[in-house]
């Protein structure tokens, strides 16, 4: 059985779209366990309302009143019954051989802990005039924007790749007993931009020397949000993005038994001297989109010296135990 966690605030219509989605996918695997997270204060879904003639799935709703991606992903582990547990957002639309490219590659590598597939970014209009895509000041989105692809060619994700992102990703049952559950301090939390719970995950999984796939079948299409193509919110979330990076640099170094503070300290120099640097080329440039460019990247590196200082603060990691 493959359980498929998605979480959701319960109020946006783009579930009922997703849900359609999912229903298309073609797979001759025919135990599917959907299972629906609320995280909210209060109850909004039923069975009822998520049910439809033409799913062909187990159901079931989870209510995780704690607000959090990573409590109501840990909620949708705890409920799943399957040996792989595959998460999707609300707002994803899946491509039809989403479900038959997880389950073959899943059974072709055994030995593998994770897979991922493509995230197609989808813009709802133009982009604006300040999203740079060209020079030294291109723009990757932050955080803002969620797509990734390494290519049309399934094979192994290597140290160098981005791992498998949150929207779209699966592990086998038996991770989650042996490296941990995810980290709620590092999901989105309401309004609170924080990244890198998907990112922990998968560091812990390669540590304990198992692969990640990538699977080009497992293909999802996630839309823009209009609330996120403004300036303001690309500064937010390139902060953020930085201090996910900073966090990252120093889990990694803890991971390889590597991390003291002389490390952390080359670090932090590291990422004021790229500041400064990047301060300058910025001041050399016209306003304009391209100096926006650069005053997000600034923020990234700015968002990283933070990541750095907090990142020992961090608590215990829970594990599952069914």
């Not at 003291?260 to 990422?271: E, K, P, Y």
Request: proline share 5%; glycine share 10%.
């Amino acid at each position: 059985m493959i359980s498929v966690v998605c979480c959701t605030s319960g109020t946006r219509s783009s579930l009922g779209q997703m849900l359609d989605s999912l229903g298309r996918c073609r797979s001759s695997l025919e135990e599917i366990q959907l299972v629906i997270v609320e995280n909210s204060d209060s109850r909004s879904l039923s069975l009822e309302k998520l049910g439809h003639p033409d799913y062909r799935w187990h159901l079931t709703l989870v209510h995780e009143p704690r607000s959090g991606l990573g409590h109501a992903r840990n909620a949708g582990v705890r409920a799943a019954l399957g040996g792989l547990i595959a998460f999707l957002d609300d707002d994803v639309i899946v491509r039809p051989t989403w479900l038959a490219g997880l389950s073959a590659a899943a059974k072709s590598f055994p030995q593998a802990g994770g897979f991922g597939g493509p995230v197609v970014a989808y813009w709802p209009g133009a982009k604006p005039d300040w999203f740079t895509q060209q020079g030294s000041s291109r723009m990757h989105g932050g955080g803002s924007i969620t797509s990734h692809s390494l290519g049309t060619r399934a094979r192994p994700y290597s140290n160098r790749d981005q791992p498998p992102i949150g929207c779209n990703m699966a592990f086998r049952r038996q991770v989650f007993r042996d490296v941990g559950l995810f980290r709620p301090e590092l999901g989105m939390s309401g309004d609170r931009l924080v990244y890198g719970d998907d990112t922990d995950l998968c560091r812990r999984v390669r540590a304990s020397g198992r692969s990640l796939r990538y699977v080009p079948d497992m293909r999802v299409v996630h839309p823009v949000r209009v609330h996120k193509i403004s300036r303001a919110y690309f500064r937010r979330s390139y902060f953020a993005l930085g201090r996910y990076l900073g966090r990252e640099q120093i889990l990694g170094q803890r991971s390889r038994e590597r991390a003291n503070r002389f490390g952390q300290l080359r670090c932090v120099i590291s990422a004021v001297n790229r500041s400064a640097q990047l301060a300058l080329d910025a001041a050399t440039l016209p306003r304009g989109s391209s100096r926006f460019g650069h005053e997000c990247e600034i923020l990234l590196e700015v968002g990283r010296i933070f990541g750095l200082a907090d990142s020992r603060r961090l608590g215990p990691i829970d594990h599952l135990h069914t």
